[in-house]
């Protein structure tokens, strides 16, 4: 085996968090979600549709991730799991393509988002899991961070380029720098914006090559065969779930992140198509609040890590939390015709202003605390199960990961008012918020990390 430098080591982990960040950036949150709004013509049918869809990815990798997440412990072998997930990506991302104006199915499409949704979260497990092994307990924040930071770069590049030269305003056909879209692709039959599924699979092809020339793992003692670890894996996972309530602290983190992770997917899920629904934005419109929330999210997903690495993951998470919360509450007061309670005309651009303040702190408090929630994960492992620990963490984000969007959509159906559908999230974040009061910063005291304990790969 060639050997490879820890930094390089690092840079290749980092390029997971680069070559990934598209689906969220591109096809949940800017681009494919807000043109699924323009395809119905009715906000609250497409994010009713929306919050079904993704739910529904979401039972399925609630089901299927901590039954991989065992068999991967036992059989080891990550990297092949990551080849197979980011194959389903591609193919997911890809068939979005066919989201034709004119022949539209939309089951087909939210099969083929799920299927690529469902590659993406599979593949994140397992590179999650690559994490303590690429430093000391008092670098992993460090490092956690700038991986956060350096995905959300790759994200804005991404839509930067969608903007300016793929999706068109469907008013003028233009992109947001007045250009037809390239490559000659239709703007009458949106190709241009139709391109962000098989642009996003090729950005994840090219962008995971070093990820897998630089990332390796160790070879694993014992190892069992598939057949071995997939018979073993059921049984195993049972005893580990039994006995979780033990670690108080653990336990206590692993309930609190299942519910502000879930609120912040939502947010993340929805930000764009209640955007496009409440506020009229067009695609362009949206692509623009992209950037500004992805700036913000890459700026303090760094500092954020430069906090978690001098105070600790948990100042972080609580007040990311605290912020999240008020954003959550505040995005119920911004409409067309009045902000804040302030009656505005038709013509201002408060609503607007407003919306795009929110934004930039969704995507500044996201940003610091998804890295923060990686680095607490570590704290609270015993040095010799972290492989298991990140497979409760993996269970912990996506066992309920389909509560917010299918109570999105559910409320948004009821009331029939995008604003009235979000209100869910409000819930979610003060119920991580209230969990977080039994999680101690450094785990209970026998499971606390040593320096020497960090493996490399």
């Known amino acids: ?16 968090d680069w070559a990934s960040q598209p689906y969220n950036t591109l096809l949940i949150t800017f681009i494919f979600g807000p043109y699924i709004n323009d395809l119905l013509r009715d906000g ?7 919050g079904y869809g993704v739910g529904a990815a979401g039972i399925c990798i609630a089901i299927f991730a901590p039954i991989l997440g065992a068999i991967a412990d036992r059989a080891g072998g990550r990297m092949k799991f990551i080849w197979l997930f980011s194959l389903l990506y591609v193919a997911g991302a890809a068939g979005l393509w066919f989201a034709a104006p004119d022949d539209f199915n939309l089951l087909f499409i939210l099969l083929s ?12 497990i397992f590179t999650n899991a690559m994490l303590p092994g690429l430093g000391t307990r008092e670098q992993i924040g460090r490092i956690s961070g ?22 068109e305003n469907p008013l003028t056909g ?8 390239l490559f000659g692709l239709d703007a009458a039959a949106r190709e241009g914006t139709r391109a962000v599924g098989p642009f996003a699979a090729l ?3 090219v962008f995971m090559i070093p990820f897998f020339l630089w990332v390796r793992e160790p070879r694993q003692p014992g190892a069992e065969t598939i057949g071995q670890a997939v018979r073993a894996a059921l049984p195993e996972l049972r005893q580990t779930l039994r006995h979780l309530p033990e670690n108080r602290s653990l336990f206590a983190y692993l309930a609190s992140s299942m519910f502000y992770r879930d609120a912040l997917n939502g947010m993340y899920a929805f930000g764009g198509i209640y955007a496009a629904g409440v506020l009229g934005w067009s695609v362009v419109d949206v692509g623009v609040f992209g950037i500004l929330a992805i700036i913000t999210g890459a700026i303090f997903a760094f500092l954020g890590g430069r906090a978690d690495e001098r105070f600790g993951p948990k100042p972080v998470i609580v007040f990311n939390v605290l912020v999240l919360s008020a954003v959550a509450v505040a995005i119920l007061f911004i409409a067309p015709d009045k902000v804040f309670g302030i009656t505005v005309g038709p013509d201002s651009k408060l609503p607007d202003i407003a919306f795009y303040a929110m934004g930039a702190l969704i995507g500044a408090g996201g940003g610091a605390l998804q890295s923060a929630s990686r680095t607490m ?9 972290m492989t298991e620990a990140f497979g409760l963490y993996a269970l912990a984000g996506k066992a309920t990961s389909f509560v917010a969007p299918l109570s999105i959509g559910i409320v948004t159906d009821i009331t029939n008012d995008q604003r009235l559908g979000i209100t869910p999230l409000i819930i979610l974040f003060i119920i991580g918020l209230f969990l977080l009061f039994w999680v101690k910063p ?12 960090a493996s490399s790969f």
């Open 1 to 16: 085996m060639v050997q490879v430098s820890a930094g390089r080591r690092i840079w290749g982990w980092y390029f997971f």
């Open 44 to 50: 609250s049918a497409a994010q009713a549709a929306w």
């Open 113 to 124: 988002f799920g299927i690529g949704l469902i590659g993406m979260e599979f593949a994140t």
């Open 146 to 167: 700038t991986g956060w930071a350096f995905g959300y770069v790759g994200g804005l590049v991404a839509l930067l380029i969608m903007l300016f030269l793929l999706a």
């Open 174 to 181: 233009k992109t947001l720098i007045g250009i037809s879209p």
């Open 203 to 205: 950005w994840y092809a």
């Open 377 to 385: 994960m570590v704290r609270q492992a015993s040095p010799g199960r």
């Open 442 to 453: 450094d785990g209970e005291p026998s499971e606390k990390w040593a320096d020497s304990s």
